[in-house]
């Protein structure tokens, strides 16, 4: 089986076993990951493991993978491979004590130990730990530097913000990026007006990294900077920026919603294929509804003339479970219209899809189709659905008007 075969079927015991015995570090590297997202504190031979690996595997990508994994897995994990590393019992205590013993282990002589203690600080999120986290913005290893900025995101204290502005200038692109995340998460004037500032920057890959963290602000402060960055001459920057403003819209309340969407879709009627894709990809990848929700709305607003994988995912959004991806994916199919929504829809209403999304099938077709769809529609007046049918009656009196 493939890891992400053992990894679906929650096969704990086959991830550890490919990570055991596979030759090659980049499967080692991604079973490290995959047990992280699966397991839990109660496999304990998984965390063992993950333990074991972080000590002594030969790759340095993998031995920070499986410190990364035992992160997720939770403090209880990361401790154990301290206690693996220092051979010291941590014994149970309040949290700025725990804290206290994990800010000593950022000074050992170990990275792998450093990296592990700045994860459980984040993990543990007192503030206690944040004075020791700063100091070690200036590690040696990027490595920890990296998961330095990511704890001091998780425990959210602005008086990390000048610290990590100053690793806004880091050597390593991966600290730069958790630096700029971590500032976003802090989302204070100053932190978000330094990520402001990097929209400006003349390199590209800064640009980027500020309109991929800015998406995570949970303001509407951020909007200007990043539908001015959807006509930026970058692609990347125009992909970041597309996926933040998504991000953005999901997490701010309705009232807020409905100015931003007005000016985005301002700035992205002339939109090139680069910028729309990311839309498309949230609508067809995301788990979250409302990302899914305003992917499947903007689509119908920003396009068009659609491609054809444009239209396949919305199609394929109208058998959505949640009633109001589904409703934004009908209403952008209508917008569109067209012979390759009308090919795609007469694929779905002949086929054997849920009945209420033939049904919606049939509705844009009553909106958009021509002479094919009509003779299509008028079939399915005595479909076996009662839902078809009910939508095909009122869909053939408008075809047959035209």
């Known amino acids: 089986m493939s890891l992400y075969d053992l990894a679906r079927s929650g096969d704990v015991d086959g991830l550890e076993e490919m990570l055991l015995e596979s030759d090659s570090p980049a499967v080692r590297k991604r079973a490290c990951e995959l047990l992280g997202e699966i397991a839990t504190k109660e496999d304990m031979d998984a965390i063992e493991t993950l333990v074991s690996v972080a000590v002594t595997d030969e790759s340095s990508a993998v031995k920070a ?73 200036s590690d040696e290893d990027p ?8 704890a001091l995101g998780e425990i959210n204290h602005p008086s990390a913000v000048p610290a990590l502005i100053d690793r806004l200038s880091d050597p390593n692109g991966q600290v730069r990026h958790e630096a700029a995340i971590a500032l976003s998460a802090i989302g204070t004037d100053q932190a978000l007006g330094a990520l402001k500032n990097m929209m400006d920057a003349d390199n590209t890959a800064i640009r980027r990294i500020a309109a991929s963290a800015l998406g995570e602000a949970g303001t509407a402060d951020v909007v200007e900077p990043l539908a001015a960055a959807l006509n930026d001459p970058d692609e990347g920057v125009r992909s970041a920026s597309t996926y933040s403003i998504i991000e953005l819209l999901s997490n701010v309340d309705t009232q807020k919603s409905h100015s931003i969407r007005e000016r985005i879709i301002t700035e992205l009627q002339d939109a090139d294929d680069a910028t729309v894709q990311p839309i498309v990809e949230i609508l067809e990848e995301s788990s979250q509804q409302r990302q899914r929700r305003n992917a499947a709305w903007f689509l119908g607003r920003v396009v068009d003339e659609p491609s054809r994988n444009t239209v396949e995912v919305l199609v394929d959004a109208l058998e959505s479970d949640d009633t109001q991806t589904a409703q934004f994916a009908a209403t952008s199919l209508a917008e569109m219209g067209g012979e390759l929504v009308e090919d795609e829809l007469l694929n779905l209403v002949e086929g054997d899809a849920p009945d209420d999304a033939r049904a919606q099938g049939v509705f844009i077709l009553g909106k958009i189709g021509g002479e094919r769809s009509r003779d299509v529609v008028e079939n399915l007046t005595e479909d076996d659905s009662k839902q078809v049918r009910k939508r095909a009656f009122s869909a053939i009196s408008k075809l047959k008007g035209r």
């Open 65 to 137: 993978a499986a410190v990364d994994g035992l992160d997720e897995i939770g403090a209880e994990a990361v401790e154990q491979l301290l206690v693996e590393i220092t051979g010291e019992k941590i014994d149970e205590g309040a949290d700025w004590a725990v804290a206290k013993r994990f800010a000593k282990a950022l000074s050992s002589n170990i990275p792998e130990l450093r990296m592990a203690a700045a994860a459980a600080l984040g993990k543990l999120g007192d503030e206690s730990g944040v004075s020791s986290l700063k100091s070690a913005l």
């Open 143 to 150: 490595r920890v530097r990296q998961r330095v900025c990511m």
